[in-house]
């Protein structure tokens, strides 16, 4: 099965490459490939992505890089890939189960492809097949909204994903120092409205509360 936003162009071949991709390894059940920005066709958005456990960070991998063939041409293996586009076969499906509802916006695919990954699928950026995608180039960076996505989905990802004790407490200091900083020194008067989300993100991942947020601004 194939996830594909709406808001992509795709190249005439990128299905087919990775469908082979999956066909060629027997090891290989989920695959994605580079997706670029559209209003910057040589700039990558993502090329696969990476799980820093010891931070709680994900990363998409070449973010904003100009592609000059960093990234070989052999599919390789990732943490996970992108839900903007995502191919696995029916099996690693059926094994994982569907995506987590109560995410409804950012990580979901992150946390089902670890999910994924413990029952047995291998997941690769295939590095031929190409997307792009109309993302903006940084207007989500300040917005609210996806500050507020982000910072509760992170931590939904990772009590499923069965994260650490430090690096729990790792996010916990960072998530602390941020908000200390924005709240008191004047240079980031300007992330008042950011701050604001992040605390409610983090009381309502307290409070159980998951899915789509109503009232959420910027």
Known sequence: ???LNNDTVVAPDFLDLMVGALEADPNADVAGPTIYYYDAPARVWSAGGVVDWARGDTNNVGLNEEDR???GSAPRRVDFVTGCALL???ATWARAGLFDGRFFMYFEETEWC???AKVGAGIVHVPQAK???KIPLHARDDSPRVHYYMTRNRLLFLKRSGAGALTWARVGFSYARTLA???LRPRWRGKRAQRDMML???ADYARGRFGRAE???G
């Open 1 to 3: 099965m194939l996830l």
């Open 69 to 71: 063939g960093q990234f």
């Open 88 to 90: 696995a076969d029916r």
């Open 114 to 116: 670890i999910r994924a």
């Open 131 to 133: 997307v792009w995608h």
């Open 181 to 183: 900083s924005w709240t």
């Open 200 to 202: 409610r993100a983090i």
């Open 215 to 217: 009232a959420l601004a």
